[in-house]
């Protein structure tokens, strides 16, 4: 909305600033973080009140986490609330990239809330169905991979394009829409597989939503794209306001949530967040890029894959929990020192991921 202040700028005043991408970014960030100190602990206290016995914890789980019986969950609502609010003041609102990626964000929040509602209401940890959580999800990805296709250009749409061979893209055709359904979902799902620790998920998804915003603004903007030798796709670099919106809330929220956590994340936030990353690599045609930038939520869900199959054959674990981070809270790991080591992988694989952008 501010951006329509630029109508009122002769070229030379203070409105003139709410043209550049970057100047609107800063004000998405501490807006999402200004929000998520206003309002924080008043949502805990109306979470709490409305839960009472908060998120049921896991009879399987490790014995540590019985001590956060009663910790409210559905934080996520906090995030999202700060991301969506801060998006919508600060991102242009004729950006048809930006509204794409705010529509999946929020149908996953929804779907997330559902299944946290659900874990409250019967404190049971199944909450939804698995398959209806998958065919919702897909459902919603199946919209989005169907609308980035008709906002890409003629020459991007359907079109794969590889990392590191700048040159090549590959005509994916009536798969496109699959394939945007695989990552969405599956960006979605994995960030939900790694939220189990105090918080784990929510430092690794604001670095790849850093990343991301320096990928969305050197995709969007001709001149970095061409030095670069990427595949220029204009209006992309509007979303590095919803990636500094999306840090800027998460670190809101990560003020509550670090250990001890006064509220849980839950399904609300996790899904709704992967969901959002696996939007705007689609957006920005960096999927493949997504599973190197996210390789810690490949990590956690591969673990998971691995101890299922293995187990349905041979009635034998691989790991001695899954996720991944539970099997070393199993081999004596601290709370904390999980949390930080994933926080250092998930900044390393980032920096891989952008060194992509340069390696063609």
């Known amino acids: 909305m501010l951006y329509w202040l630029t109508g009122l700028s002769d070229g030379g005043d203070i409105f003139n600033l709410f043209?550049?991408?970057?100047?609107?970014?800063?004000?998405?960030?501490?807006?999402?973080?200004l929000f998520g100190f206003i309002?924080?602990?008043?949502?805990?206290?109306?979470?709490?009140?409305?839960?009472?016995?908060g998120q049921p914890i896991r009879d399987d789980g490790p014995q540590s986490h019985f001590v956060k019986a009663g910790t409210p969950t559905m934080g996520g609502l906090l995030i999202l609330s700060a991301l969506i609010f801060s998006t919508l003041l600060w991102a242009r609102p004729d950006n048809r990239y930006v509204w794409l990626v705010l529509?999946?964000?929020?149908?996953?929040?929804?779907?997330?809330?559902?299944?946290?509602?659900?874990?409250?209401?019967?404190?049971n940890t199944k909450g939804v169905s698995s398959r209806?959580?998958?065919?919702?999800?897909?459902?919603?990805?199946?919209?989005?991979?169907?609308?980035?296709?008709?906002?890409?250009?003629?020459?991007?749409?359907?079109?794969?394009?590889?990392?590191?061979?700048?040159?090549?893209l590959i005509n994916l055709s009536f798969l496109f829409v699959p394939f945007a359904m695989f990552v969405i979902v599956g960006a979605a799902n994995a960030v939900n597989f790694t939220d189990g620790l105090d918080g784990l998920a929510v430092m690794p998804v604001m670095i790849a939503a850093g990343t991301f915003g320096i990928i969305s603004y050197?995709?969007?903007?001709?001149?970095?794209?061409?030095?670069?030798?990427?595949?220029?796709?204009?209006?992309t670099g509007e979303i590095v306001i919803f990636c500094a919106a999306l840090i800027g809330g998460g670190l809101g929220f990560l003020w509550y949530n670090?250990?001890?956590?006064?509220?849980?994340m839950g399904d609300t936030g996790s899904l709704a967040l992967g969901g959002a990353l696996g939007?705007?690599?689609?957006?920005?045609?960096?999927?493949?890029?997504?599973?190197?930038?996210?390789?810690?939520?490949?990590?956690?869900?591969?673990?998971?894959?691995?101890?299922?199959?293995?187990?349905?054959?041979t009635g034998k674990r691989v790991f001695l929990m899954a996720p991944i981070h539970h099997h070393y809270e199993k081999k004596g790991w601290s709370e904390p020192q999980i949390v930080i080591r994933f926080w250092i992988?998930?900044?390393?694989?980032?920096?891989?991921?952008?060194?992509t952008l340069k390696l063609r």
């Open 258 to 264: 670090a250990p001890p956590a006064a509220v849980f």
């Open 103 to 123: 529509m999946v964000t929020a149908a996953f929040g929804l779907l997330g809330f559902a299944d946290d509602y659900a874990k409250v209401t019967k404190q």
């Open 279 to 313: 939007a705007i690599a689609v957006v920005t045609k960096h999927e493949i890029v997504l599973s190197v930038v996210g390789g810690l939520f490949v990590v956690e869900t591969l673990s998971v894959i691995i101890q299922v199959a293995y187990f349905k054959r």
């Open 132 to 168: 209806i959580r998958l065919v919702a999800g897909f459902l919603i990805a199946a919209l989005a991979g169907y609308v980035a296709s008709r906002l890409h250009p003629a020459d991007m749409s359907q079109q794969l394009a590889l990392p590191v061979f700048k040159d090549t």
């Open 345 to 355: 992988v998930s900044l390393i694989l980032s920096l891989i991921g952008l060194a």
């Open 19 to 33: 043209r550049y991408i970057t100047f609107r970014a800063g004000g998405a960030f501490f807006t999402a973080l």
């Open 218 to 235: 050197f995709v969007g903007n001709a001149n970095f794209s061409d030095y670069l030798g990427l595949h220029f796709i204009p209006g």
């Open 39 to 53: 309002f924080g602990r008043p949502l805990i206290d109306f979470l709490r009140r409305k839960q009472k016995k």
